[in-house]
């Protein structure tokens, strides 16, 4: 639903296009289980790995970069859910052969991700 909600907001996409578009990146390996509410990332989550895959990137890589380097890691933001089931929505590997709104919520996905766990 947060998602959902934020898709919405800042991608201007309907809450459904947003949910079949992000199904869809999950059944290619692309991202995470995206029916979750979690926003608190296991302590044993290797967020190292999944940061420095998108360190490639020509729009988000030196963020993602700088996160590693000047930054010491992956701080994970402190969450407040869990259904214990699944982490939050994070991408799985880097991709850049996407397109349309594809593209878009792949990258949002990434963005929030790098976010979430760059520091304050």
Not at 1 to 14: G, H, I, M, N, P
Not at 24 to 39: A, C, D, F, H, V
Request: net charge positive; charged share 25%.
């Amino acid at each position: 639903v947060e998602l959902e909600k934020l898709a919405s907001r800042k991608l201007r996409l309907s809450a459904k296009t947003t949910m079949t578009i992000a199904e869809k990146l999950y059944t290619q390996g692309l991202i995470s289980y995206p029916r979750t509410e979690t926003n608190i990332f296991p302590k044993e989550m290797n967020l190292t790995s999944l940061v420095e895959a998108q360190t490639g990137d020509n729009q988000w890589g030196a963020f993602a970069g700088r996160i590693l380097g000047e930054w010491n890691g992956p701080h994970p933001r402190a969450g407040k859910k869990s259904d214990q089931a699944h982490p939050p929505i994070h991408p799985i590997k880097h991709t850049s052969g996407l397109q349309g709104d594809e593209a878009k919520v792949y990258e949002f996905i990434v963005r929030h991700f790098l976010a979430c766990v760059s520091q304050d």
